[in-house]
């Protein structure tokens, strides 16, 4: 069983009442992956109704007034349902039915992969059951709300930390209570095999898109490829076919929080240790007794105490690189690129963006960046304004 | 015939707690009350911040152990010091996060200075237990498996490479014939003990599980009171035990 693995992450460390069905969900994957009708159908979904392919846009605003390398944005935020989620969402619900599922569950952080859901299982005729930390289903009422709208079932977590780690356990016992009918959804490359993988494949078209495009419009090759990082499913998606590519540089951002020596970020790569949870081998921010640590950053969908474990081997044989933004300077970012380009980015995103402003100056003026714009702004618009002082209603 | 499997020459009672639930001296006082109303192995949880096998009322509690301060090398300290008044057979549950935090090999020894049989580990499945359990065997401690609703071929294979006891995770509100059904599946290849654990905490469904199998696992029952009575809960957990020790065997 050594394709469960990169390298020494990943794995299947689940309890038994789920592996039947995990090896289930690997020769259901396998079977169709290749399945003309499947792909045809999902390609059909991703460009009639998800939008794609997206637009790789050249920032020229930014490009100039940083004046270095040239900057290319990723425009995933212009999906339907406004990020990247809906790539491999539309993919697993796909294969849902295909296995003859009736209903899909997932865990959700800050929303954007519960609505994604929910948008799926409305346009598929399937049953949704969303897990949500309770914290979260107060800071996200709107999503909450958007959720319940598109029909699905919004479930308050309220073991543990009551956040986004939490929400994934709920939804693993709920798969395990309900494995016969139910489809469980998982929205990052984390979790057990195979997992990563298939999140891994239906997140690739990004870099699939990217790629081409970059060819058709420079010539050549970028330099640098980036994305921020939390589990890491737009990360991999960016870098996934740039990676046979040895002069592409791969950069992911991941939360600093308040700052990585504060002990309140979500910067798994540079403090986590090796360990095991969710399913997988991988790094993880724990406490020296190897408890899960409660993570922090003022982007929801980067609070998470793990990293895929495509990424810890990118990470250990120094393919990818990894570092952090702060809070301040995601949100630095979040301005920026609002004003500059007329593009508000997700908070997440802004993580990536705030990266690109540290070293695209420094770049030759031939050189290519390109960033992965994950995903929109407009739901952190009044976390943004709270931030600066001033109390909207969202 | 090793320790463990010995304990099941009748129909075997595993009594399960927390440790370090509400703190671990109370733990060591609760264990020895288990024991004095007649469980054959003691099952003693090492707390995990995310307990995913568990319902709602051992989260609640792995949660007050956490909070106590519990770890690792306190639950040894805690079996250590029952070892001075009890050689009942003793197991752990625990995740693997902690375990593999802690070091195989100095976790393993430790178990075998300690006097611990087995380790249950909900977490590490057939597919994964080789590197845990190389280490285990070394310290002559068994990877206790553990068998839920699969094809037959898996239940087998599980049952071929088990040690100790077999660990039955009854499926969703599953009947006694589903459970024998997986007992006959795995007496079939290996005459290793089977107990039912999870779900069993009333005299109804005591009776039912152990009719049909070598014996039962309580713990939310017993977890239950804990939640209830605090540091005051002796009396009530040794009645509690004690009943359903008497179902068992008649």
């Given at each position: 069983m050594s394709n469960t693995k990169f390298g020494i992450y990943g794995g299947q460390y689940v309890p038994e009442v789920l592996m039947n069905e995990i090896i289930n969900l690997e020769n259901s994957y396998n079977k169709y992956k290749n399945d003309p009708k499947f792909t045809s159908e999902l390609e059909f979904l991703l460009n009639s109704y998800a939008g794609r392919p997206s637009l790789l846009y050249f920032a020229k605003n930014m490009t100039e007034n940083l004046g270095g390398a040239k900057v290319y944005l990723k425009r995933e935020d212009l999906n339907h349902t406004g990020s990247h989620k809906i790539n491999n969402v539309l993919g697993q619900a796909l294969l849902a039915k295909y296995m003859g599922k009736k209903r899909l569950i997932a865990e959700t952080g800050a929303g954007q992969h519960g609505v994604a859901t929910a948008t799926a299982a409305a346009l598929l005729g399937l049953e949704c059951e969303i897990f949500m930390g309770k914290e979260d289903t107060e800071r996200q009422a709107l999503n909450?709300?958007?959720?319940?709208?598109?029909?699905?079932?919004?479930?308050?977590?309220?073991?543990?930390?009551?956040?986004?780690?939490?929400?994934?356990?709920?939804?693993?016992?709920?798969?395990?209570?309900?494995?016969?009918?139910?489809?469980?959804?998982?929205?990052?490359?984390?979790?057990?095999?195979?997992?990563?993988?298939?999140?891994?494949?239906?997140?690739?078209?990004?870099?699939?898109?990217?790629?081409?495009?970059?060819?058709?419009?420079?010539?050549?090759?970028?330099?640098?490829?980036?994305?921020?990082?939390?589990?890491?499913?737009?990360?991999?998606?960016?870098?996934?076919?740039?990676?046979?590519?040895?002069?592409?540089?791969?950069?992911?951002?991941?939360?600093?929080?308040?700052?990585?020596?504060?002990?309140?970020?979500?910067?798994?790569?540079?403090?986590?240790?090796?360990?095991?949870?969710?399913?997988?081998?991988?790094?993880?921010?724990?406490?020296?007794?190897?408890?899960?640590?409660?993570?922090?950053?003022?982007?929801?969908?980067?609070?998470?105490?793990?990293?895929?474990?495509?990424?810890?081997?990118?990470?250990?044989?120094?393919?990818?690189?990894?570092?952090?933004?702060?809070?301040?300077?995601?949100?630095?970012?979040?301005?920026?690129?609002?004003?500059?380009?007329?593009?508000?980015?997700?908070?997440?995103?802004?993580?990536?963006?705030?990266?690109?402003?540290?070293?695209?100056?420094?770049?030759?003026?031939?050189?290519?960046?390109?960033?992965?714009?994950?995903?929109?702004?407009?739901?952190?618009?009044?976390?943004?304004?709270?931030?600066?002082?001033?109390?909207?209603?969202? | 015939m090793n320790k463990l499997t010995e304990a099941f020459k009748n129909k075997a009672l595993i009594g399960f707690l927390t440790a370090g639930d509400p703190d671990i001296e109370t733990s060591k006082r609760y264990i020895l009350e288990i024991v004095r109303a007649g469980v054959d192995i003691v099952e003693i949880e090492i707390p995990f911040s995310d307990p995913i096998m568990e319902g709602e009322i051992i989260q609640a509690s792995t949660l007050r152990a956490l909070k106590a301060g519990t770890n690792v090398d306190k639950v040894f300290g805690l079996v250590e010091s029952l070892r001075q008044k009890t050689d009942i057979p003793v197991i752990f549950l625990t995740y693997l996060n902690p375990v593999f935090n802690y070091g195989y090999e100095k976790f393993f020894e430790k178990c075998q200075k300690a006097g611990v049989q087995g380790v249950i580990i909900p977490d590490l499945p057939y597919e994964e237990k080789t590197e845990v359990e190389l280490v285990a065997i070394k310290y002559d401690v068994d990877i206790i498996c553990l068998v839920a609703n699969a094809p037959k071929e898996r239940v087998q294979k599980i049952a071929k490479s088990a040690k100790g006891f077999i660990y039955i995770v009854p499926p969703m509100g599953s009947k006694e014939e589903n459970i024998e059904d997986l007992v006959c599946s795995i007496k079939e290849v290996s005459d290793i003990p089977c107990a039912v654990g999870f779900g069993v905490s009333t005299l109804e469904q005591a009776k039912k599980y152990a009719n049909c199998t070598d014996g039962i696992v309580i713990g939310s029952g017993i977890v239950r009171i804990i939640a209830q009575y605090g540091k005051n809960a002796d009396l009530k957990i040794y009645e509690y035990v004690k009943s359903i020790k008497e179902a068992i065997k008649s």
């Open positions: 909450v709300y958007r959720m319940e709208l598109l029909g699905a079932k919004v479930h308050s977590v309220t073991s543990g930390t009551m956040t986004l780690k939490d929400a994934v356990n709920e939804a693993m016992r709920e798969w395990a209570r309900n494995y016969k009918d139910t489809f469980y959804l998982l929205g990052s490359v984390m979790g057990p095999h195979p997992y990563p993988t298939i999140v891994r494949d239906f997140q690739s078209v990004i870099s699939k898109e990217a790629r081409r495009q970059i060819l058709e419009i420079e010539g050549k090759l970028p330099n640098v490829v980036m994305a921020c990082i939390g589990g890491g499913s737009n990360a991999i998606g960016m870098f996934y076919n740039f990676i046979n590519d040895p002069d592409v540089n791969l950069i992911g951002v991941e939360a600093a929080g308040l700052g990585v020596d504060t002990g309140k970020h979500a910067a798994t790569m540079t403090c986590g240790r090796l360990g095991v949870f969710h399913g997988m081998k991988s790094l993880f921010c724990q406490d020296e007794n190897g408890q899960i640590a409660p993570v922090y950053s003022i982007s929801a969908g980067l609070d998470y105490p793990g990293v895929g474990p495509e990424h810890a081997w990118l990470n250990s044989i120094g393919r990818a690189q990894y570092v952090g933004a702060t809070d301040d300077e995601a949100i630095g970012a979040f301005e920026y690129l609002s004003r500059i380009e007329g593009i508000i980015p997700a908070i997440e995103s802004s993580h990536a963006v705030a990266h690109a402003l540290k070293i695209v100056p420094k770049m030759n003026k031939d050189d290519i960046v390109i960033i992965c714009l994950s995903g929109r702004g407009d739901k952190d618009v009044a976390a943004i304004a709270k931030y600066r002082g001033k109390n909207i209603y969202e | -």
